[in-house]
């Protein structure tokens, strides 16, 4: 299988700001803005510094994503920006430094689905640099990234299409897998076991909680809730049907990590769950330390974790943000300071298609997967020895999808990747992939729309 390139700008021209039009200029970085705002006045435009956007300037340039803050804070506060700009309906440019992981991209591509009488772009520029926000401006730039000659150079992923026909194997000893005991992650982590093999670290937040031995066994969520009902009815408990809802989960929870380590012991690998909330940092450093000390360091780490909280950007709050954030975000600089990032050979991070086409609802989710995908890319520069996957999943019939997103890809036609077909495709290019290719975008749909 060969995958193909993909690239996400059509065109490098998204708007036209004439000399004389009003321009806002956040003063997130007050030395950035400052530039700008006096390099454009030169060139003729009417600039105003502002602490947030007024929403009646013709355009608004946002500092917000080069400020030195946490990720959270500049991923939120550029959308806090961007939505106090959007009443303008013209021209919104996100800024994010070439210098830190960063996914305004993953904003900028949701917001224009969401509001499709704006212009948002999200240029890559270094921190310092307004002489490249000027010339964008002036050539009317669309997303990408602004090089110090002024070129702009336009995302691009490779499309995997195709099941491979076979695996390839490798000799990774150490793998961490974050989420791979549940979900996608755990059919790509057993797969990985089949062609791989060695020590498979699985992290989740769930427990392993054990079967009761006074229940039939199941794994459909609505006949379970059904027994336990019919339990606490027998036994006299008084039982809330949140309480009857959280333990049917916590059950069907640890069925799911069982069954995903059975198979991967079945393929002769050596496996552990580790209960680890990536997004933790405390826990994250104590466990992987420990874990380290018992089974050597990892040289493997696919970072699957993940949650979703949609809703569209005008309504989306901070705390659903840091949620979603948590475990992708959070998860992969807590889990890259408690490892040594030298000694890895394999590097996989699971993104979405969200974050290189954009999707209503999903501002938030498209920034954190974006962001992983700045992330891949830069440690694939600084650690050549490692091969380097940012896979830009479409939707899988399984996992997050259940059955009613299923109906809803059905209806806007998109196919779902199977899961095993799914598994097989992350195997071969984990393993087998171009060193070179370090994004995919994955699934039938995204590479023929
Ligand atoms: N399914 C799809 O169609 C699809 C499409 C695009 C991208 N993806 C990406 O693929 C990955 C897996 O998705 P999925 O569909 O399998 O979702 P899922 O069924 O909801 O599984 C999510 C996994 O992440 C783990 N997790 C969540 N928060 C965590 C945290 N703070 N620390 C450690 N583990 C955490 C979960 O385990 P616990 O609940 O036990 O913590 C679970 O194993 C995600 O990163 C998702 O963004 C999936």
Redesign the pocket.
């Known amino acids: 299988m060969r995958p193909v390139v993909w690239r996400n700008a059509g065109s490098q021209t998204a708007f036209q700001l004439r000399p004389g039009a009003s321009i806002e200029v956040t003063n997130a970085n007050p030395d950035l803005a400052g530039a700008i705002a006096g390099a454009l006045s030169d060139l003729g435009y009417d600039v105003q510094r502002v602490s947030q956007p007024s929403g009646s300037a013709d355009g608004a340039i946002l500092t917000e994503g080069t400020a030195s803050r946490s990720h959270e804070d500049r991923h939120w506060t550029a959308l806090q920006a961007a939505k106090a700009a959007r009443r303008n309906s013209g021209v919104i440019i996100l800024l994010q430094g070439a210098e830190l992981f960063s996914g305004l991209e993953g904003l900028s591509r949701t917001l224009r689905k969401e509001w499709p009488d704006t212009q948002v772009c999200a240029w890559t520029i270094a921190a310092t640099a307004a002489a490249q926000v000027v010339h964008g401006i002036q050539q009317g730039y669309a997303d990408g990234i602004i090089t110090s000659s002024g070129e702009l150079l336009s995302a691009e992923a490779g499309v995997s299409i195709a099941p491979p026909s076979s695996v390839p194997t490798a000799k990774t000893s150490v793998w961490l897998i974050?989420?791979?005991?549940?979900?996608?992650?755990?059919a790509c982590a057993i797969e990985l076991a089949r062609a791989a093999g060695g020590t498979i670290l699985?992290?989740?937040?769930?427990a392993e909680t054990p079967w009761p031995t006074d229940l039939p066994p199941t794994d459909d969520l609505k006949t379970l809730r059904g027994l336990l009902v019919e339990r606490s009815r027998q036994t006299g408990q008084r039982v809330t049907p949140a309480e009857i809802d959280r333990t049917a989960r916590n059950l069907l929870?640890g069925n799911?990590?069982r069954e995903t380590l059975e198979a991967i012991r079945a393929t002769g690998s050596r496996t552990a769950y580790i209960?680890?909330?990536?997004?933790?940092i405390d826990a994250v450093a104590d466990v992987l330390r420990d874990a380290q000390q018992k089974f050597g360091a990892i040289t493997g780490w696919v970072?699957?974790?993940?949650?979703?909280a949609d809703k569209l950007a005008m309504d989306k709050t901070e705390s659903e943000l840091r949620r979603v954030f948590?475990?992708?975000v959070?998860?992969l600089m807590n889990i890259l300071a408690a490892i040594d990032p030298v000694q890895l050979r394999h590097i996989a991070f699971?993104?979405?298609?969200?974050a290189f086409f954009g999707n209503k609802g999903q501002a938030d989710?498209a920034m954190?997967?974006a962001l992983l995908a700045s992330a891949g890319r830069s440690l694939a520069q600084s650690l050549p020895p490692a091969r380097v996957k940012v896979?830009?999943?479409?939707?899988?019939?399984?996992?997050?999808?259940d059955s009613a997103?299923a109906g809803h890809f059905e209806a806007q036609g998109i196919p779902?990747?199977p899961v095993d077909e799914?598994a097989r495709i992350f195997a071969c290019e984990l393993l087998g992939g171009g060193q070179d290719q370090i994004e995919l975008v994955v699934?039938e749909a995204w590479a023929t729309s």
Request: a neutral charge; glycine letters at 24%.
């Open positions: 974050t989420g791979g005991a549940r979900g996608v992650t755990a699985l992290a989740g937040r769930s929870a799911e990590i209960p680890l909330d990536a997004g933790d970072h699957g974790a993940g949650v979703l948590s475990p992708k959070g998860g699971f993104s979405s298609a969200a989710y954190a997967n896979f830009h999943w479409g939707p899988w019939a399984g996992g997050m999808v997103l779902l990747i799914g699934g």
